[in-house]
């Protein structure tokens, strides 16, 4: 398994974003979006070397060696603003997320569905989505010590959704409308958050292994 190179760092108005590219290659691009208080691995997981194609990952803004704008502001808006960024570059990209990154991969899939070959939800802390923390299920525990930790107004304001359920199910609308696949997202998760439960219920979804979506996005029409 190939170690990272180093990343290349995107500007988008004042932030700069790290894309990591976790394997190079030809074919269709993977691109992974991290948790809450997460940031991008420095390998390609186990659980996703079968994807055949590149595969990269993006650090949100706030988190890993993307920049960490003053005074927090953060909106799952912004993050989408740091995928789209990455989806010009890469041009299409079949999303993996999770927690807070399903949330976003939603998001983008809804709303660049020419570029999303489709998106794979999982669980990871984020929106409500469960936290590794001692006393809360919404906000991470992270280790201050350790290296880029992330920025804790991005642990605050990104913990849980404010938004009614009906927005996240507008945008599984649109993505089942045009991306012009059958399937456009895939849920590979066990908690649901009430968001995530609103989408499942507009597109009538079950869930699936990761071995299953893997490999029907890899071997969909481009």
Known sequence: MNAAQSPVFLQHNR????????RAGEGKSLLLLHGLGERSPAMVPMELSEWPGPVYALDFTGHGQSTIPTSGGYTCELLMADV????IRLQHATLV??????YVALL????RPERVRGAILRDGPGLAGGGASFNSPYIPYVDPQRAAPPDPYALIE????????????GFAR???????????LMVCARERPPWLAAVMSELDLETCT????LSWYADSEP
Do not use: E, K
């Open 108 to 111: 983008i899939a809804g709303s």
């Open 210 to 213: 990761l071995h299953q979506a």
């Open 158 to 169: 990104l913990a849980t959704d404010v938004r009614p359920q009906d927005y996240a199910s």
């Open 97 to 102: 997320g999770r927690g807070l990154g399903a």
């Open 15 to 22: 932030i700069r974003l790290a894309l990591h590219t976790l």
């Open 174 to 184: 649109q993505a089942a409308q045009f991306s012009g696949l059958s399937q456009p």
């Open 84 to 87: 789209d960024t990455a989806l």
